[in-house]
C-alpha cells in the first residue's frame, strides 16, 4: 500500500520494481529458452513462416546468409517470458558452411531444425533436402562425440531424447533412425503443388512421408493460406516456446499433409511407388537410398551447381551503404586503372622486345 506521503513518482517507481520483480523471479519458474534454425529451398517461404509465427506484419526480404531474430511469449500471467531464437540460412545449399555458426556445444540440447521444402519444384526437393540434412547431422555427430567425453551425461541425454516422441512400442521402432535433434519438414507452396499430376503428387506425397518418419520428425503442408499457415506454426510454437503439440493428422495426398513426429508408420505409408521389379534391379544400401533412387527416377535431381545463388549480393539495393559502396567504386576504378598500366607495361615490353 502507497504511504500517505508518497508522491506520484514514489507510487509509479514502486509499481515498476513490483513488475520487474515478478518478472525477474518468476515465482521460481524457469525460463525456457530455444534456438530454431530454419533451412531449405532458396526462396521457398521460410522467412514468410518465421514472421507468421511472431506475429509479425512485413513484408519478407530475401536472406543473404545468416539472419537473426527472436520472439517472446508468457504462459502465463505474471510469468516471465520464454525466448525462442530464430535462425535462417538463406542461400539454399550454397552456404552449408554457416550450419556450424549457430549449432554450438552451448544450446545443442534445445536446438530444432525446421527444413522447409519447396513442393512446386519436386526436381530440387531431394538434393536440397539431402544436402542440408547431412550437413546439419555430421555437425551435430561432432558435437555430441565431443560431449561425450567432456560431458557425458549430455550426451546421453540427447541420444534418448531423440526418441521422445516415438512410443516405445512402434512397431517400427527398429526400422528408423531418428535425426539427433527435434526435426520438422514443411512442404510450402501446397497451392502450386495441388495443381500437380495426381501420381506426381502420390509420389511426393509418399516419399516425404518415409523421409520424416524415417527421421523421427513431423511433417506439414503450407502455403499463404492463413489456416495452413496456423498448422505450420502450431508445431514450431511446439519447438520454439513449449505449447502444446497438436494431435490431429492428416495423411490424405490429396490433402495438405499434418503428420505429428510418431504418429505415421511404415505399413499406413506402404512400399516405394514402383513395381517390385523395378525396386529388384535398383542396388541400394539402406531404406533411405532406395526411395532416393525411386524417386530420382521420376525427377531426376539437378545438379547442386545449379541450385546455386548466382546474385551479386554487392548489387543488391537491400543491402546499400553509402560510405561502404563509395569506398568499393573508388577501388574498383583504382583497380581498373591499375589493370591498364599494367596492360600498357605489358605491350610495351613486348614492343621493345
Known sequence: MPKPSD?????AKAEVEKKENLEGDGDGVEVWEKSLLFMGNKNGGKTTIILRCLDRDEIPKPTLALEYTFGRRAKGHNRPKDIAHFWELGGG??????????ITNDNIRTFA?????????????????????????NHVDKIITKLGKTNPKVAT???QRMWNNMPKDHPDHELIDPFPIPLVIIGSKYDIFHEFDSEMRKIM??????????????????????????KARVLINHLAFGFDRSKSISVDQNKPLFIPAGLDSLNQIGPPPASDSDIGKLHAHTPVDLWKKIYEKTFPPKSTSDLKDV??????PQYAEYEVDAMRAQKNQELEQYKRNASKCWKEMEFES
Request: aromatic letters at 8%; glycine letters at 2%.
Open 113 to 137: 531444425i525446421i527444413l522447409v521444402l519447396d513442393l512446386s519444384k519436386p526436381n530440387e526437393l531431394w538434393p536440397t533436402m539431402d544436402s542440408l540434412l547431412q550437413v546439419t547431422r
Open 205 to 230: 506425397c509418399k516419399t516425404l512421408r518415409f523421409v520424416s518418419h524415417y527421421y523421427g520428425a513431423s511433417l506439414v503442408f503450407t502455403s499463404k493460406s492463413e489456416a495452413l499457415l496456423l
Open 157 to 159: 541425454e540427447i541420444k
Open 93 to 102: 545449399t550454397s552456404l552449408l558452411d554457416l550450419i556450424r555458426i549457430p
Open 7 to 11: 508522491t506520484l513518482w514514489d507510487i
Open 311 to 316: 546474385n551479386d549480393p554487392a548489387q543488391d
